[in-house]
C-alpha cells in the first residue's frame, strides 16, 4: 500500500484487491456447496464453510507474504492479514480455541522470519486475543442494537495495539503508522458494509428456496421436493442395489371437518397432523423425510429402510395421529389416517411405478374402512 511507483492510489487498488478476493471467496464456497448438494452428500453447510474460509485465508496470508519476507517492509500486506482475520473470526464466525490459533501463528512467524523478535510475540499474542474476541463479538451483537459500533471498537482497539507493534519493530514514523491504522478502519468498514450486503442477497434467496420447496401451512417439503428427491433415491437405490421404501397417508373424512368446523379448523388439523408425524420421525431418524403432497396426503420417504425396518417407525406414526385430537375454539376434532406402505421393486421403471404402487395400498386402506395400514404382501 506503500508502493510509490504506482499511477493509482494503493488505497484505492488495495479496496478493489481486498473485494476481489472476497468475491472470489464467496463464489469458490457457492460452487462448493452446490458440488455437494448435488451429490447429495451430507455435509453441513457450516462445516464447509469452516473448513474453506480456514484454508482460503490461510493460502491468502501466506502467499501475500511471500513476497516481502525478509525485508524491511514485509509489515506492508498487515491490513489484509487483519481483514482476513476480520473476514474469518466475525463475518464467517469461524471459531478456533486459542491452542489451536497459536501454532498457526508461530508457524507463520517461522515462515516469516520473525520468530526470534519479541514484538513478534506480543503481536502473536495479541492477533490471537483479537480473533477470540471477534468471536465472542459475534455471538454477543446479535443481542443487542447498533452492532456495528461495537464492531468498530473492537477493530480500533485490537487494530491499534497492532499497529502500535508494528511501528516500534519496523521504526516507523508516526504519520505511516497512523495513515496504515486510517486505512484498516476504512478496509473494516468497507468490509462490514460489503457482507452484510451479502448476507442480506442470501437470505433473500434463502428464503425464496424455502418458499419453493415447502409447504406455506404445515412447513413440511412440498410435492416440488419430493419430486426431486424420490427422483435422486430411486436412482440411487436402482443403480446401487439400495433398500427404499415409501409410506402414503391421508386424513380420514378430511372433507367432513372442513364442511363442519371450517376451513380455518381443517389448517390446523393439517398442521398438528404435520407437527406429530415430524416430531416421531426426528425421535427416529431426520434422514427419513415427510412431504405434504397434495391437501391431506402425505408421504415418508424412507431411504435404505426394507419394509422390516419401516414397520416400528409407521406404528409410531400411526399410534400417534390417531391418537389426535385437535382443539379449535371450543371444538374438539378426532383425526384419524389411512397409510399404504411399499419398497422399491426391482420390476419399477420408475419412481412414478414406486408411487403409484404405494397409492393402491393407501386407497385399499380407504375402501376397508379406513383408519388402516396396508403393506405390500
Known amino acids: 500500500m506503500t508502493w510509490s511507483y504506482w499511477r493509482i492510489s494503493p488505497f484505492v487498488t488495495s479496496i478493489f484487491f481486498i473485494l476481489g478476493v472476497l468475491t472470489l471467496y464467496w463464489v469458490l464456497f457457492n460452487w462448493i456447496t ?7 452428500i451430507n455435509i453441513d453447510d457450516d462445516t464447509i464453510n469452516a473448513w474453506h474460509g480456514v484454508i482460503y485465508m490461510l493460502v491468502f496470508v501466506f502467499v501475500m507474504q511471500l513476497s516481502v519476507i ?11 492479514h487483519l481483514i482476513a482475520v476480520i473476514f474469518c473470526a466475525f463475518f464467517l464466525n469461524i471459531r478456533m480455541p486459542y491452542y489451536t490459533l497459536l501454532p498457526v501463528v508461530i508457524v507463520y512467524m517461522v515462515f516469516d522470519q520473525s520468530i526470534f523478535f519479541w514484538e513478534s510475540w506480543s503481536y502473536a499474542a495479541v492477533f490471537v486475543g483479537f480473533f477470540w474476541s471477534l468471536n465472542y463479538l459475534r455471538l454477543w451483537v446479535q443481542k443487542h442494537a447498533h452492532s456495528w459500533v461495537y464492531y468498530y471498537g473492537t477493530v480500533g482497539f485490537f487494530g491499534g495495539v497492532l499497529w502500535g507493534l508494528i511501528k516500534v519493530k519496523y521504526s516507523l514514523s508516526w504519520e505511516n503508522t497512523l495513515q496504515e491504522y486510517g486505512y484498516l478502519l476504512i478496509f473494516a468498514g468497507l468490509l462490514y458494509a460489503y457482507v452484510n450486503m451479502l448476507t442480506q442477497d442470501s437470505e433473500i434467496k434463502l428464503r425464496l428456496a424455502q418458499f419453493a420447496s415447502h409447504d406455506a401451512l404445515t412447513q413440511t417439503e412440498n410435492f416440488a421436493a419430493y419430486t426431486e428427491h424420490i427422483k435422486y433415491l430411486f436412482d440411487d437405490s436402482t443403480a446401487n442395489n439400495l433398500n427404499l421404501s415409501m409410506m402414503m397417508f391421508d386424513i380420514d373424512h378430511f372433507k367432513h371437518v372442513n364442511d363442519t368446523y371450517g376451513h380455518l379448523a381443517g389448517d390446523r388439523v393439517l398442521q398438528e397432523v404435520s407437527e406429530t408425524v415430524q416430531t416421531v420421525l426426528s425421535e427416529n431418524d431426520p434422514k427419513v423425510k415427510l412431504y405434504r403432497t397434495g391437501g391431506e396426503e402425505f408421504n415418508v420417504l424412507f431411504p435404505g429402510y426394507d419394509l422390516v425396518s419401516t414397520r416400528a417407525i409407521v406404528r ?26 411399499s419398497t422399491l421393486h426391482q420390476a419399477d421403471d420408475s419412481p412414478v411405478d414406486f408411487y403409484n404402487r404405494v397409492d393402491q395400498n393407501l386407497y385399499f386402506s380407504k ?9 405390500d404382501q
Open 34 to 40: 452446490s458440488w455437494f448438494h448435488a451429490r447429495h
Open 70 to 80: 525478509g525485508q524491511a517492509n514485509s509489515w506492508e500486506f498487515v491490513n489484509f
Open 316 to 341: 409410531q406414526i400411526f399410534a400417534a395421529v390417531n391418537h389426535l385430537v385437535v382443539k379449535y375454539g371450543d371444538q374438539e376434532i378426532a383425526v384419524s389416517i389411512s397409510v399404504g406402505v
Open 367 to 375: 375402501r376397508h374402512g379406513r383408519m388402516r395400514v396396508t403393506v
